[in-house]
């Protein structure tokens, strides 16, 4: 079934160039301005009244009717929406692991101990790679093959190498991945080696990974999957329509997500708004970005008045979001400003206490998605969420992504100066194997409980 053609539209420049002629970096050429997806109906387009739209009311039936296909690409919850991501010539050519379809779980205690009515994860850590960063990958990577290059390329900190290497070997096509010396989860490298990536640790930082990798593709024939891909945020816009969906198309409030390179949160505004010109939604929520405080060049933009990004030197332990100098800034900003979301960052204790809270509802989710909860936190005390208002937080990734970070909260490492943290930890306990040494374990565990 041949698709609805896609132009690629310079944010800068807001120039429209045909995707085949898009440089190797995915860069304007003279301006280094990224690009993104346009299609005949989006609202960049002045001549969109004209095109055909797609029908809101026709397609919510038609995603629903592909929930009981037993064809791969309608089980997966990114192609599915392939009406609103026509990037592909053929259909039959998404390289899928059935990713998306993601739980939008309620956070009970969590709610009552912020004093919140409504409060939702939408856990996209419960993707086939255990990120968010499949949802992107499925769509970017679909289009390398489609487009027949052999070789895959990306400089990650973890989880984009997994679902790259983890797609790539799917789809029959070999992976280089570019990963900063000694900084990464062990966790996410073991999953690039797993799925036979070749895995390059490069002694510099994120920021040095990507400037290393821009030089290789411009010289050869191997494609880019990093975030500055717009097909990659394509994918990852298709939370943005799940959400609804699962909401039985109520929009929530707020949505809250971690920002690293920025290109999720980027790529959720995208959706939320298409939803909103398309007529499925009546309304976007605010979009909120959150950052480690080691890691915060967007909230630093954020505060200033120049309103220009300033890279920083990125430090903290929520690895996936260790980026001094991310590349989707001016997406982020934009979505930011029209979607009168907020800007934050939080320190290394606020995001491990979050993540022992998360973790205690049952759910869990690595360091990175749990600036998330400690962010509204913030926005809470400031008044920018209220308590009737209706909150979605972006959980990205896996809490089985990063054990040695939760062993290390659990043994008192992190959060040591937060008096709340102590309620949370539960270090293992090391008995001799008799049964009084063991009940009288559980007596003190009991007695602490009540
Ligand atoms: C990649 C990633 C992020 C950051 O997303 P950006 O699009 O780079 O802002 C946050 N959390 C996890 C778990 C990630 O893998």
Request: glycine share 8%; net charge negative; with cysteine.
């Given at each position: 079934?041949?698709?609805?053609?896609?132009?690629?539209?310079?944010?800068?420049?807001?120039?429209?160039?045909?995707?085949?002629?898009?440089?190797?970096?995915?860069?304007?050429?003279?301006?280094?301005?990224?690009?993104?997806?346009?299609?005949?109906?989006?609202?960049?387009?002045?001549?969109?009244?004209?095109?055909?739209?797609?029908?809101?009311?026709?397609?919510?039936?038609?995603?629903?009717?592909?929930?009981?296909?037993?064809?791969?690409?309608?089980?997966?919850?990114?192609?599915?929406?392939?009406?609103?991501?026509?990037?592909?010539?053929?259909?039959?050519?998404?390289v899928t692991l059935r990713e998306g379809n993601t739980p939008l779980y309620d956070l009970p205690r969590?709610?009552?101990?912020?004093?919140?009515?409504?409060?939702?994860?939408?856990?996209?850590?419960?993707?086939?790679?255990?990120?968010?960063?499949?949802?992107?990958?499925?769509?970017?990577?679909?289009?390398?093959?489609?487009?027949?290059?052999?070789?895959?390329?990306?400089?990650?900190?973890?989880?984009?190498?997994?679902?790259?290497?983890?797609?790539?070997?799917?789809?029959?096509?070999?992976?280089?991945?570019?990963?900063?010396?000694?900084?990464?989860?062990?966790?996410?490298?073991?999953?690039?080696?797993?799925?036979?990536?070749?895995?390059?640790?490069?002694?510099?930082?994120?920021?040095?990974?990507?400037?290393?990798?821009?030089?290789?593709?411009?010289?050869?024939?191997?494609?880019?999957?990093?975030?500055?891909?717009?097909?990659?945020?394509?994918?990852?816009?298709?939370?943005?329509?799940?959400?609804?969906?699962?909401?039985?198309?109520?929009?929530?409030?707020?949505?809250?997500?971690?920002?690293?390179?920025?290109?999720?949160?980027?790529?959720?505004?995208?959706?939320?708004?298409?939803?909103?010109?398309?007529?499925?939604?009546?309304?976007?929520?605010?979009?909120?970005?959150?950052?480690?405080?080691?890691?915060?060049?967007?909230?630093?933009?954020?505060?200033?008045?120049?309103?220009?990004?300033?890279?920083?030197?990125?430090?903290?332990?929520?690895?996936?979001?260790?980026?001094?100098?991310?590349?989707?800034?001016?997406?982020?900003?934009?979505?930011?400003?029209?979607?009168?979301?907020?800007?934050?960052?939080?320190?290394?204790?606020?995001?491990?206490?979050?993540?022992?809270?998360?973790?205690?509802?049952?759910?869990?989710?690595?360091?990175?998605?749990?600036?998330?909860?400690?962010?509204?936190?913030?926005?809470?005390?400031?008044?920018?969420?209220?308590?009737?208002?209706?909150?979605?937080?972006?959980?990205?990734?896996?809490?089985?992504?990063?054990?040695?970070?939760?062993?290390?909260?659990?043994?008192?490492?992190?959060?040591?100066?937060?008096?709340?943290?102590?309620?949370?930890?539960?270090?293992?306990?090391?008995?001799?194997?008799?049964?009084?040494?063991?009940?009288?374990?559980?007596?003190?565990?009991?007695?602490?409980?009540?």
């Amino acid at each position: 079934m041949p698709n609805a053609s896609h132009q690629l539209r310079c944010i800068g420049t807001g120039e429209r160039i045909a995707p085949e002629a898009v440089s190797s970096d995915f860069r304007d050429p003279v301006t280094g301005d990224l690009y993104e997806v346009e299609y005949p109906w989006s609202e960049t387009r002045e001549d969109a009244a004209a095109a055909r739209r797609p029908n809101a009311q026709a397609l919510r039936h038609l995603w629903a009717e592909r929930r009981d296909s037993t064809m791969p690409i309608d089980q997966s919850g990114v192609w599915r929406y392939r009406d609103l991501l026509p990037i592909l010539q053929d259909d039959n050519n998404a390289v899928t692991l059935r990713e998306g379809n993601t739980p939008l779980y309620d956070l009970p205690r969590t709610a009552k101990l912020l004093g919140l009515d409504f409060l939702l994860a939408k856990h996209q850590g419960m993707n086939p790679t255990g990120s968010f960063k499949d949802t992107g990958m499925t769509a970017a990577l679909s289009v390398a093959a489609e487009r027949g290059f052999k070789w895959v390329a990306c400089a990650s900190t973890g989880n984009t190498s997994a679902a790259m290497a983890a797609y790539a070997a799917r789809a029959g096509l070999r992976a280089i991945v570019f990963i900063p010396e000694g900084k990464i989860a062990w966790g996410k490298l073991s999953q690039s080696m797993d799925y036979g990536a070749m895995s390059i640790q490069l002694k510099t930082d994120f920021d040095g990974c990507v400037k290393m990798l821009g030089e290789i593709v411009r010289k050869n024939p191997i494609y880019l999957l990093n975030s500055v891909n717009p097909y990659r945020l394509e994918g990852q816009k298709t939370p943005a329509i799940e959400i609804c969906e699962q909401l039985d198309w109520q929009v929530p409030d707020h949505v809250i997500v971690p920002g690293g390179n920025l290109a999720n949160g980027s790529a959720l505004g995208k959706g939320f708004g298409e939803l909103k010109h398309l007529g499925f939604i009546d309304r976007v929520p605010k979009i909120s970005v959150i950052q480690a405080s080691g890691a915060n060049p967007l909230f630093q933009w954020f505060n200033n008045e120049e309103k220009l990004l300033h890279a920083v030197t990125a430090e903290t332990r929520a690895t996936a979001i260790r980026i001094g100098n991310p590349a989707s800034w001016r997406k982020a900003a934009h979505i930011i400003e029209t979607t009168n979301g907020w800007c934050e960052d939080v320190n290394e204790s606020e995001i491990a206490l979050a993540k022992a809270q998360i973790g205690a509802e049952g759910i869990g989710c690595e360091p990175a998605s749990a600036v998330t909860l400690a962010g509204l936190k913030k926005l809470m005390s400031q008044g920018r969420v209220l308590p009737g208002e209706r909150v979605v937080l972006l959980l990205t990734g896996h809490t089985l992504k990063d054990p040695e970070y939760t062993i290390d909260f659990h043994q008192g490492v992190l959060a040591a100066d937060m008096p709340e943290a102590a309620g949370y930890r539960r270090p293992p306990v090391v008995l001799e194997p008799n049964e009084s040494a063991v009940m009288k374990a559980l007596a003190t565990e009991m007695a602490g409980a009540l």
